[in-house]
């Protein structure tokens, strides 16, 4: 005799349709927030050369991966955000996403632009 296993509860439909709806939106866009970002990044390299030269070693280029595996986790909260308009009254309509999208960007590139001024540049 089989004893069924315990299975994980299954997302409701509803639920499911919404991320869906949210991933159509803000996955094709995070390939566009990751040039914006790594562009941020190389203006800084190439405007400050002689200065980044010793940082491109091994240890500066895998704190880099993890800084990219970073600002990619801090992109998957605007999937919390849109999920929360798609739950209220408001829906998340184009614009909406559209707003939230370039002001999650430049608060991003702020955000890396303070971070390397600040943290990394006087260091190197």
């Known amino acids: 005799m089989q004893t069924a296993s315990p299975s994980l509860p299954t997302p409701s439909p509803l639920f499911r349709d919404s991320l869906l709806n949210a991933a159509r939106f803000w996955e094709p866009r995070r390939i566009l927030y990751n040039l914006i970002l790594t562009g941020g990044?190389?203006?800084?390299i190439i405007a400050t050369w002689p200065h980044f030269r010793p940082a491109l070693n091994g240890n500066g280029l895998l704190f880099l991966f993890v800084a990219a595996l970073l600002a990619n986790l801090c992109y998957s909260t605007a999937y919390l955000i849109d999920?929360?308009?798609?739950?209220?009254?408001?829906?998340?309509?184009?614009?909406?996403?559209?707003?939230?999208?370039?002001?999650?960007?430049?608060?991003?590139?702020?955000?890396?632009?303070?971070?390397?001024?600040?943290?990394?540049?006087?260091?190197?």
């Not at 990044?41 to 800084?44: D, E, G, I, K």
């Not at 614009?95 to 991003?108: D, K, Y």
Request: charged share 10%; hydrophobic share 60%; no cysteine.
């Open 41 to 44: 990044v190389a203006l800084w």
């Open 83 to 124: 999920l929360a308009f798609q739950y209220s009254g408001l829906r998340a309509s184009a614009p909406l996403r559209w707003s939230l999208w370039v002001l999650g960007t430049l608060l991003a590139l702020f955000l890396e632009t303070y971070w390397i001024a600040d943290e990394v540049y006087p260091y190197v």
